[in-house]
């Protein structure tokens, strides 16, 4: 008689005691979540970690799916990033809706936690580089290197580099016509100088194209590069003008070729073609890639539409447009934005502003690697000048902007499926 009344209490037991939860969801929708971007940070630190995670495209603004351990739990609640608990049968309802041919929604498995460099003089104050401040604030570690490091083939120990506020082409940012008297200036310049110099180049203009083919080199061969603001167009331009003095004696101690813009070789560049060079040193311009002068929007109006993918089909632009909303604040830069006109037909618009005509985000493959250029400087920061006070992250950590940066810091965590348009 006891022993069946044992027997009756375990059954009981069994019957009343909850299902053991498998999974924590990060949602990544607008209501759901109190810290959209350290949630990234939880995912990268998982993968780094060996634990298994999964990306849902377009559900509930691109969470992630993770297995249920204490010590994420526990992460979770220390950096404040809101998750569920989902039992072994939920997840799996979750997974097959995703998978119904009649949802624009898709699973992605995260493979490995990316190696991070980002390209940075030493001494750069970090919130002079948007993505050294998110990476930061997400805890997401990486790397800095400049120049010494591309050089000497580093590259080769990383999985993602980002590029920011840089000038390629030797100009030194173009700043020349606001800040010729600036210490910081002189001083920059001085140091760019003796840097080229230390690596067995005459001219800064000669030392920055080959730190440029570097990086060109790395991406072809299956390399992810980021970049924003001036890096975007500077990069292009100074591939297009290998072996063309493109620079005024200010920059490099002598004159420009004559009729330097016929010998420019589009060919050479990753998103962009028949762009016209601005020969005039005042102007804080490279080329006309740029619609900072041209644009013509009112601050309250100023907004870019992210496009919409076919999840099933089109998995790498619809991972890098992941977002709580399709509408992002626009925000400038020394490149803010690029001339639709003079992208290459072989290159992604992931978002647009219409109203000016003009691409703000944009994606394309070369070789075996990819690349995306983000313009403007600072998503919270609308017009950030020269010595403004940092962005605190603390007061935007559902930033709309800056997760389209962290979209791009986890894709090569993605196992990778054949884009089929």
């Known amino acids: ?84 608990i989902l039992s072994d ?6 997974l097959d809706e995703i998978s119904s041919p009649s949802q624009n929604m898709e699973t992605v498995v995260l493979e490995k936690a990316p190696k991070v460099a980002v390209y940075t ?23 800095p290197i400049y120049d010494e490091e591309v050089l000497s083939d580093q590259l080769i120990l990383y999985d993602w580099l ?53 990086i060109r080199d790395f991406v072809i061969g299956g390399g992810f590069m980021f970049a924003m603001c001036s890096a975007t167009d500077s990069f292009d331009i100074a591939l297009s003008a290998e072996g063309v003095d493109i620079c005024e004696p200010m920059f490099d101690g002598d004159e420009s070729e004559a009729n330097y813009q016929s010998k420019i070789d589009y060919s050479n560049t990753f998103a962009f073609k028949d762009f016209v060079l601005e020969r005039r040193p005042e102007r ?58 003079l992208i290459k037909s072989n ?21 075996k690697g990819f690349f995306t250029f983000y313009g403007g400087h600072d998503p919270e920061d609308y017009r950030h000048q020269v010595g403004d006070e940092p962005t605190v992250l603390d007061l935007h950590p559902n930033s709309p902007g800056f997760r389209l940066i962290l979209n791009n810091v986890l894709f090569p965590a993605a196992r990778k499926k054949k884009q089929k348009t």
């Not at 750069?124 to 997401?140: F, G, N, R």
């Not at 210490?183 to 840097?195: F, S």
């Not at 992604?348 to 070789?367: C, F, M, P, T």
């Open 162 to 214: 980002h590029l920011h506020h840089e000038d390629f082409s030797g100009q030194y940012g173009k700043f020349f016509g606001a800040y010729r008297n600036a210490p910081w200036y002189i001083e920059q310049k001085k140091e760019a100088e003796a840097l080229a110099k230390k690596l067995g180049y005459s001219k800064v203009s000669e030392e920055k194209l080959a730190v440029a083919k570097k």
């Open 1 to 84: 008689m006891k022993s069946l009344k044992l027997v009756c209490l375990l059954l009981l037991l069994v019957c009343v005691t909850p299902l053991r939860a498998n999974f924590i969801l990060l949602p990544m929708d607008e209501v759901s979540q109190k810290n959209h971007l350290k949630a990234y940070g939880i995912t990268y630190w998982c993968l780094d970690k060996q634990y298994k995670a999964s990306w849902l495209l377009n559900y509930r603004g691109g969470s992630f799916l993770l297995p249920d351990a204490p010590e994420i739990r526990k992460e979770c609640q220390i950096r404040n990033v809101s998750f569920e």
């Open 284 to 341: 804080y311009e490279f080329s006309d890639i740029d619609m900072t002068e041209k644009r013509r929007i009112q601050f309250e109006k100023d907004y870019f539409t992210l496009m919409e993918f076919s999840a099933k089909w089109d998995v790498i632009p619809s991972m890098l447009c992941q977002n709580h909303t399709q509408l992002v604040k626009g925000f400038m830069g020394q490149t803010t934005s690029f001339e639709r006109e």
């Open 121 to 143: 003089p030493k001494g750069k104050q970090p919130w002079d580089d948007a993505v050294t401040m998110v990476l930061t604030y997400a805890e997401i570690p990486f790397t």
């Open 347 to 367: 290159v992604l618009v992931l978002g647009e502003n219409q109203i000016n005509e003009e691409a703000r985000y944009i994606h394309g493959q070369k070789g």
């Open 89 to 94: 049968s939920e997840a799996n309802q979750i």
